[in-house]
Nanobody, 127 residues
C-alpha cells in the first residue's frame, strides 16, 4: 500500500485548504483512513479518520466543526477539508491507513494502530 499526501501550503488565519491522500496497492475494502499532524517539538496527534466502507467519520475535538474528512472510492483518495484555519493548525499533516477497521472504541486515535503512512505535507497558517 502506498499513500501520497499533497495539498499543503502557506495560508492566512481564517482561510481554507484541502489536503489529498491518494492510495494505491489495495482495494481498501475493510480499511480505515486517518489524518494525523505533528507540529515542531510536539508529538503526532490525531486529526480525523474515516471508514472506507460506510464513510463513518471521527474527529479530534480541536478540529470538530472546522475540518471534514471525505473519501472518493472511485479515485481511492481521502481528503481533509480544512476551514477556518488557525495558527495552531500549523503542522506537518500525514495520512495513514489501517487494514482492519471496526466500529467502537478509540483505537483510531492512536498512530501506532495504523499500518501504512504517507509522507507529510506541510501546512503553515499565519496570523
Amino acid at each position: 500500500v502506498q499513500l501520497q499526501a499533497s495539498g499543503g501550503g502557506l495560508v492566512q488565519a481564517g482561510d481554507s485548504l484541502r489536503l489529498s491522500c491518494a492510495a494505491s496497492g489495495s482495494t481498501f475494502n475493510g480499511y480505515g483512513m486517518g489524518w494525523f499532524r505533528q507540529a515542531p517539538g510536539k508529538e503526532r496527534e490525531f486529526v480525523a479518520a474515516i471508514s472506507w466502507i460506510g464513510g463513518i467519520t471521527y474527529y479530534a475535538d480541536s478540529v470538530n466543526g472546522r475540518f471534514s474528512i471525505l473519501r472518493d472510492i472511485a479515485k481511492n483518495t481521502v481528503y481533509l477539508q480544512m476551514n477556518s484555519l488557525k495558527p495552531e493548525d500549523t503542522a506537518d499533516y500525514y495520512c495513514a491507513a489501517r487494514e482492519h477497521w471496526y466500529s467502537g472504541g478509540t483505537y483510531y486515535r492512536t498512530a501506532s494502530n495504523y499500518d501504512y503512512w504517507g509522507q507529510g505535507t506541510e501546512v503553515t497558517v499565519s496570523s
